[in-house]
């Protein structure tokens, strides 16, 4: 990808928020053994992935601590990790401060609010809809992303086009958001519970600025 083609994808033209508070709730309280069982860690409210994960090893000021098995809300004080210790992935990366696990000290729990892999596929078929109105995309109806969400017994309950169905109404707005544009480049990504869909530049113009750019750069 040349520079000039991707200062073009930088800019957002449109956005689009989807909430999936509603839906991701709907499809937990009826399907939820459909989908695989959440990644074993430790959660706060309304965060999707775990801050810590089994299996998995951290740093306490320092020190190396691996993380066998996250099956307590308490873990942290189980292990008499001090409260002004602040926890780092294996890379330093700054996970848990002495002041949020202040903060979040009774609302730590193993069992999320929504399963992570409920908004994750979602997200699958939100990417599916919108490549199936992209007018340079050839649609192959691979739905392999999904699968990974679900169990085996949910890849054969969704068979019947039910996750389609209850997926209508954000399919629905992004059809309208998506009016008049099947040329544009569109990004999707999951944050907490909701859905950005960004739209960007038209494909043609991408390609034809990323192709005549390759051409003029000076050979070495």
């Known amino acids: 990808m040349t520079d000039k083609a991707s200062e073009l994808l930088i800019s957002t033209e449109k956005l689009l928020v989807l909430d999936l508070n509603e839906l991701a709730r709907s499809l937990q309280d009826k399907f939820a053994d459909s989908f695989r069982d959440p990644p074993e860690g430790l959660y706060i409210p309304f965060q999707v992935s775990p801050l810590l994960k089994s299996n998995t090893t951290y740093m306490v000021d320092g020190e190396v601590l691996y993380l066998e098995k996250i099956d307590s809300p308490t873990i942290l004080d189980d292990l008499k990790i001090p409260l002004n210790a602040t926890i780092s992935d294996s890379s330093f990366k700054t996970i848990i ?54 169990s085996v017994g949910g890849i054969q309950r969704f068979e019947n086009g039910i996750l389609e169905e209850m997926c209508d109404d954000i399919f629905a707005q992004i059809s309208n958001f998506m009016l008049d544009n099947p040329w544009n480049i569109y990004f999707v990504s999951l944050k907490g519970y909701d859905i950005f869909v960004e739209m960007s530049i038209d494909y043609r113009i991408y390609e034809w600025t990323r192709y005549h750019a390759s051409w003029n750069k000076p050979s070495s």
Do not use: W
């Open 97 to 150: 401060t002495p002041d949020m696990r202040k903060k979040y000290a009774k609302h730590f729990t193993v069992s999320p609010i929504v399963n992570p892999y409920i908004l994750q596929a979602i997200q699958h078929m939100v990417t599916e809809h919108i490549r199936c109105m992209l007018a340079y995309s050839i649609h192959n109806g691979d739905m392999d992303d999904l699968y990974t969400c679900l």
